[in-house]
């Protein structure tokens, strides 16, 4: 007997104590557990918005590539964001892209291509074009697509996406997808379904 109690009595609410403070850890370590683990995505978050910051940013872009000093290309864009970290430059507010030859009579324009967004990825050599590509060759054809690659390493220029191709007969042509060269001209384009305009004298 202790304070009047009985031993089973006082093991009794030494173990309820016991338990109790088990408990009063317990909820202690979630407690800080939860703000830790807060804290923790907090500082991800903000991390992950310092580095998606671009390193710099150039208004009214001009950029033209030769070859053999001979100008082949003109690439120019409102906006251009550098994330030198990513390995990539961003031009959010649309692209143009126009292609020259040099002929007897001087450089001329043969073909251009615009688009509302783009990215370069200059370690690959690549720029991709996305949303409302459009691009016209020497031969008057008119391709449409959401999507427009160029690889310069490969000298080709494809895409994955839908395709429309109108000639200047106003034949359109639709597929899958879709390959050219640096000129743009001939497209392959892959599953080709179609519209063939027919002569209203065809037969007579």
């Given at each position: ?5 009985p ?42 918005q ?23 290309f ?7 964001l550098?994330?030198?970290d ?8 649309g ?53 427009l ?15 429309q ?16 060269n ?8 892959q ?6 305009p ?7």
């Amino acid at each position: 007997m202790t304070l009047g109690l009985p031993d089973t009595a006082l093991i009794k609410i030494l173990k309820e104590i016991q338990n109790l403070k088990y408990r009063l850890a317990l909820v202690a370590g979630l407690l800080l557990f939860s703000a830790c683990e807060n804290s923790l995505k907090d500082i991800q978050k903000i991390s992950s918005q310092e580095v998606s910051k671009p390193i710099s940013t150039t208004t009214g872009l001009d950029v033209t590539y030769s070859d053999s000093a001979k100008v082949q290309f003109r690439l120019t864009a409102p906006l251009l964001l550098d994330y030198t970290d990513k390995k990539f430059k961003e031009m959010p507010k649309g692209v143009k892209i126009i292609k020259y030859e040099t002929t007897p009579k001087g450089v001329v324009q043969t073909g251009q291509i615009t688009a509302d967004y783009g990215i370069m990825r200059e370690g690959d050599k690549i720029i991709e074009l996305r949303r409302n590509v459009v691009a016209n060759n020497e031969k008057g054809e008119t391709f449409k697509s959401e999507e427009l690659i160029w690889d310069q390493n490969k000298r080709d220029i494809y895409s994955n996406k839908f395709v429309q191709m109108t000639s200047p007969n106003g034949t359109v042509l639709y597929g899958t997808g879709a390959t050219t060269n640096e000129t743009m001209y001939p497209w392959i384009i892959q599953n080709t379904t179609g519209q063939i305009p027919v002569n209203q004298n065809f037969g007579q």
